[in-house]
């Protein structure tokens, strides 16, 4: 009913087209911000991975500490 009802109304066609086409470019920058965190967690690991393997004999029975 809502496409028949797009059809007729020239408005809310418009207005589902540009959200068919904003869905597209949604894939597209979630592909790339997906990249982006990977660089920056690959980055953070390798800048400051040894300094939380460093940690462990700070903590009790040498457990692996949680920096969250």
């Not at 009802?5 to 790339?32: E, H, R, Y």
């Amino acid at each position: 009913r809502v496409f028949k009802l797009a059809k007729s109304w020239p408005t809310l066609n418009l207005l589902i087209s540009i959200m068919g086409k904003t869905i597209g470019a949604l894939g597209n920058f979630t592909f790339v911000l997906g990249i982006i965190i990977f660089i920056f967690a690959v980055m953070g690991m390798q800048l400051s991975g040894k300094n939380y393997e460093e940690s462990k004999h700070k903590f009790k029975d040498n457990m692996v500490p949680r920096w969250n």
